[in-house]
């Protein structure tokens, strides 16, 4: 059974750091790429960033360009998000999942809060 | 970029009646190379992750109930409840991945009994 486990979330002030991690089973970690999906309180879905199943290709929304870097251990069965430069509008659950053959994602974690306020 | 945009934003819709979620793309997410549609759909239930329902446009995810149902091509896609069940009150997301590995969802469609 595939699992996702996000965990880092919590309140950070304007331009503090934060990193997210999210440890997965159940599949062939290193197999396949992952990505972080998150969503603002009361918002819609917004794609943050993804990198292939080796860590060399990862991408990023023009919204967290700069400051955020996605990383993996293949070792570890971890998915990192490294959160830099933190804003109000970063608030919102973080969701990491598993695209499928075609980067639609048939699993997702539940999710871990980031909060960003003074 | 390829922006999504659904309608309506809201819908309330009686016990055991047909719903109907409409999801346009700015521009085509159809693949010419492959005649598929990148467009899948998401429902998503307070408190809770988004579920997979349907992807490649039509094809519904595994445990999936049969009244579930999408359809279109191109640019304009329709997420349809045949008979609506009180466990389907959500939020239901369109997404393509056309841009894949990059995406992009539509705003959602809040989806209530009436």
């Known amino acids: 059974e595939v699992q996702l486990l996000e965990s880092g979330g919590g309140l950070v002030q304007p331009g503090g750091s934060l990193r997210l991690s999210c440890v997965a089973s159940?599949?062939?970690?290193?197999?396949?790429?992952m990505t972080w999906v998150r969503q603002a309180p009361g918002k819609g879905l917004e794609w943050v960033s993804g990198?292939?199943?080796?860590?060399?290709?990862?991408y990023y929304a023009d919204s967290v360009k700069g400051r955020f870097t996605i990383s993996r251990d293949n070792s570890k069965n971890t998915l990192y998000l490294q959160m830099n430069s933190l804003r109000a509008e970063d608030t919102a659950v973080y969701y990491c999942?598993?695209?499928?053959?075609?980067?639609?994602?048939?699993?997702w974690g539940q999710g871990t809060l980031v909060t960003v306020s003074s | 970029d390829i922006v999504m945009t659904q309608s309506p934003d809201s819908l309330a819709v009686s016990l055991g009646e047909r719903a109907t979620i409409n999801c346009k793309s700015s521009?085509?997410?159809?693949?010419?190379?492959?005649?598929?549609?990148?467009l899948a759909w998401y429902q998503q239930k307070p408190g809770q992750p988004p579920k997979l329902l349907i992807y490649?446009?039509?094809t519904r995810e595994s445990g999936v109930p049969d009244r579930f149902s999408g359809s279109g091509s191109g640019t304009d896609f329709t997420l349809t409840i045949s008979s609506l069940q009180a466990e389907d009150v959500a939020v239901y997301y369109c997404?393509?991945?056309?841009?894949?590995?990059?995406?992009?969802f539509g705003q959602g469609t809040k989806l209530e009994i009436k």
């Open positions: 159940g599949f062939t970690f290193s197999s396949y790429a």
């Open positions: 997404q393509q991945y056309y841009t894949t590995p990059m995406c992009s």
């Open positions: 521009q085509s997410v159809l693949y010419s190379s492959n005649n598929k549609n990148y």
């Open positions: 490649w446009a039509s």
């Open positions: 999942a598993k695209p499928d053959s075609g980067s639609f994602y048939g699993y």
């Open positions: 990198i292939g199943g080796s860590g060399t290709s990862t």
